[in-house]
């Protein structure tokens, strides 16, 4: 079974684990109780397969731009004789936070141990910032970026920017 098939297990499971919990909080099946879980199973495994969505595309291809180096130190005093400063390069990358991850988080926290949910949307958005400041110097004609550096920003409660961003510069022949 393939990745996007076992993740969509785990988020149909989680939805109906969910929906049974209403279910028991409401306190007896009636109508509308029943309504209201399917209502909640609805919601939250439309989510869960909304955060899913980047698991089935696949992988596009960088365009080949040659070796980008990509260093945190600043220019070394020799270096700067053959090398021309192209200014400031950015990525961007703003992440968001589904109720799905939320919720297996918390129950994460709350048995103690690194909420997996959360690490794997950030990594996946200080990845993407980071190819995105690289484009941006490959179309400048960059040959490396120095001072590289990845700053956050809390956008909302439930979302964050991650930016990356250094100096760009070009080989002189």
């Not at 731009?65 to 220019?75: F, H, L, Q």
């Not at 001072?147 to 990356?164: F, N």
């Amino acid at each position: 079974m393939d990745k996007y098939r076992k993740e969509m297990l785990k988020v149909l499971g989680g939805s109906l684990v969910i929906s049974a919990g209403v279910l028991y909080f409401l306190d007896g099946v009636t109508p509308w109780t029943v309504l209201i879980s399917g209502a909640v199973l609805i919601v939250s495994f439309t989510g869960g397969m909304l955060s899913l969505k980047n698991l089935k595309r696949k992988k596009r291809n960088r365009r080949d731009m040659g070796t980008m180096i990509v260093r945190t130190d600043s220019i070394l005093e020799g270096e700067a004789g053959e090398l021309k400063c192209l200014g400031t390069v950015y990525g961007e990358s703003i992440i968001a936070a589904t109720m799905v991850n939320d919720f297996y988080s918390s129950i994460r926290i709350l048995f103690g141990g690194e909420p997996k949910g959360y690490k794997q949307i950030m990594s996946a958005a200080r990845r993407k910032a980071v190819d995105r400041m690289i484009r941006q110097a490959g179309i400048k004609g960059a040959y490396m970026v120095t001072g590289h550096r990845l700053t956050t920003t809390q956008v909302s409660d439930r979302s964050a920017e991650i930016i990356s961003y250094g100096t760009a510069w070009k080989l002189i022949p």
